[in-house]
C-alpha cells in the first residue's frame, strides 16, 4: 500500500489488475490512468483493451442481447455509443434500422431518428479521423508490406 500511496506507476498497474480480476472494471480503470499518467506503459496498454473493449460490448449487448429480447430501444441506445467510439458494426448496425423503418414508411416506427442517425453517422467520423495520423499510417503500409 505505501507503494501506491507514493503514486508508484508500477503498484498502480497491480492493483489496477489485481481490481480487473475482481471484477471491479471502474476500479481497475482508475488505477491505471492514474499509473498512465505517471508514465506506466503497461497501464496505456490496458486501457487501450480496456477502451476497444467497451466498443465491441456495446455492439454485443445492442446487436445480440437487447434485439434478441425485444429491446429495441435499449439496443439502439448501446448501437449509438459504439458507433460513437467508432465502432463500424454498430455504425451498420444503425444504418440497417434507420433503413428499415424507411422502408416500413409506418409513422412513429422509426428505431432510430434521422437526426439521430446524422449525429451519429458524424460522431463515428470524427472517431475514426482522431485515430489517424501519420505513425499509424506508416505502420500500417509497413505492415502491409
Given at each position: 500500500?505505501?507503494?501506491?500511496?507514493?503514486?508508484?506507476?508500477?503498484?498502480?498497474?497491480?492493483?489496477?489488475?489485481?481490481?480487473?480480476?475482481?471484477?471491479?472494471?471502474?476500479?481497475?480503470?482508475?488505477?491505471?490512468?492514474?499509473?498512465?499518467?505517471?508514465?506506466?506503459?503497461?497501464?496505456?496498454?490496458?486501457?487501450?483493451?480496456?477502451?476497444?473493449?467497451?466498443?465491441?460490448?456495446?455492439?454485443?449487448?445492442?446487436?445480440?442481447?437487447?434485439?434478441?429480447?425485444?429491446?429495441?430501444?435499449?439496443?439502439?441506445?448501446?448501437?449509438?455509443?459504439?458507433?460513437?467510439l467508432g465502432h463500424d458494426d454498430s455504425i451498420k448496425a444503425l444504418k440497417g434500422c434507420y433503413i428499415k423503418a424507411l422502408k416500413m414508411g409506418v409513422?412513429?416506427?422509426?428505431?432510430?431518428?434521422?437526426?439521430?442517425?446524422?449525429?451519429?453517422?458524424?460522431?463515428?467520423?470524427?472517431?475514426?479521423?482522431?485515430?489517424?495520423?501519420?505513425?499509424?499510417?506508416?505502420?500500417?503500409?509497413?505492415?502491409?508490406?
Amino acid at each position: 500500500m505505501k507503494r501506491i500511496e507514493a503514486n508508484d506507476p508500477i503498484a498502480l498497474y497491480f492493483m489496477g489488475t489485481h481490481r480487473y480480476q475482481e471484477g471491479d472494471y471502474e476500479g481497475a480503470c482508475e488505477y491505471w490512468k492514474k499509473a498512465a499518467e505517471l508514465g506506466g506503459a503497461e497501464s496505456h496498454f490496458k486501457l487501450a483493451g480496456f477502451y476497444c473493449g467497451e466498443k465491441e460490448a456495446r455492439f454485443h449487448l445492442g446487436f445480440f442481447r437487447d434485439f434478441a429480447n425485444g429491446r429495441a430501444d435499449a439496443a439502439v441506445k448501446h448501437l449509438i455509443i459504439g458507433a460513437n467510439l467508432g465502432h463500424d458494426d454498430s455504425i451498420k448496425a444503425l444504418k440497417g434500422c434507420y433503413i428499415k423503418a424507411l422502408k416500413m414508411g409506418v409513422a412513429g416506427y422509426e428505431l432510430i431518428s434521422k437526426e439521430n442517425f446524422a449525429a451519429a453517422l458524424r460522431a463515428h467520423q470524427a472517431a475514426i479521423d482522431a485515430t489517424k495520423s501519420p505513425h499509424r499510417e506508416a505502420a500500417a503500409k509497413f505492415c502491409a508490406e
